[in-house]
């Protein structure tokens, strides 16, 4: 992939990470706010003050994403953000942590 590639990969992937938590806010499904600074996001959970961050990483062209239960990489197969050690989906694996780190 190259680098432009990726970077538009990365920002979609940045774009739509955005767009879900502000749709769950919207449907008073989570109290976030997302802040955004060139490719970081950071998602704060409103009720416990606790922050997960999503930003890619160009030179090793994969997505990170911290949260409370650890830091995570994703690479790009064609199709999906895959965890580097588990194969994991990026987002089903936010889907899960938010639902996790908003109730704490």
Not at 62 to 89: C, I, K, P, V
Request: glycine letters at 6%; aromatic letters at 10%.
């Amino acid at each position: 992939m190259t680098e432009s590639e990726f970077h538009d990969l990365a920002e979609a992937c940045l774009r739509q990470v955005e767009e879900i938590f502000e749709q769950a806010f919207e449907r008073d499904e989570m109290d976030v706010e997302c802040s955004r600074s060139g490719n970081v996001l950071t998602i704060e959970f409103v009720n416990n003050g606790s922050k997960m961050i999503v930003n890619s990483q160009a030179p090793m062209q994969e997505m990170w994403l911290a949260a409370r239960s650890g830091g995570f990489h994703y690479r790009y197969d064609g199709q999906h953000w895959l965890n580097t050690r588990d194969g994991s989906e990026l987002f089903a694996t936010l889907s899960r942590l938010a639902a996790e780190q908003s109730q704490a």
